[in-house]
Nanobody
């Protein structure tokens, strides 16, 4: 059983900052990729940022230079530092991890329950 638990969401004024955390727990052999997605009301879920186990990162264009993704492999935790937040960043943010539960098992994708981020203009 694997769980991803997010924290750090909330209400912030435009121009402010928030830091999201997501901790993976349970039977984990290796976490290949961790990332953050978001879903605004009436829109599809979209990628925000990804980070691989060797630290390579990928960001969607509209958060580059504002958001930073990082991870602590020892804690199986991924972070998203969000600066200069805009009203259009308002969404539910979901943690995502592609991981193996055993050395010979195929990697699967797991999701957190989501955390609300609301940016007031």
């Amino acid at each position: 059983q694997v769980q991803l638990v997010e924290s750090g969401g909330g209400l912030v004024q435009a121009g402010g900052s928030l830091r999201l955390s997501c901790a993976a727990s349970g039977r984990i052999f290796r976490i290949n990729v961790m990332g953050w997605y978001r879903q605004a009301p009436g829109k599809e879920r979209e990628l925000v940022a990804l980070i691989t186990d060797d630290g390579s990162t990928n960001y969607t264009d509209y958060v580059k230079d504002r958001f930073t993704i990082s991870r602590d492999n020892a804690k199986s935790t991924v972070y998203l530092q969000m600066n200069t937040l805009k009203a259009e960043d308002t969404a539910v943010y979901y943690c995502n991890a592609r991981l193996q539960t055993g050395q010979l098992t195929r990697a699967r994708t797991y999701w957190g329950q989501g955390t609300q981020v609301t940016v007031s203009s």
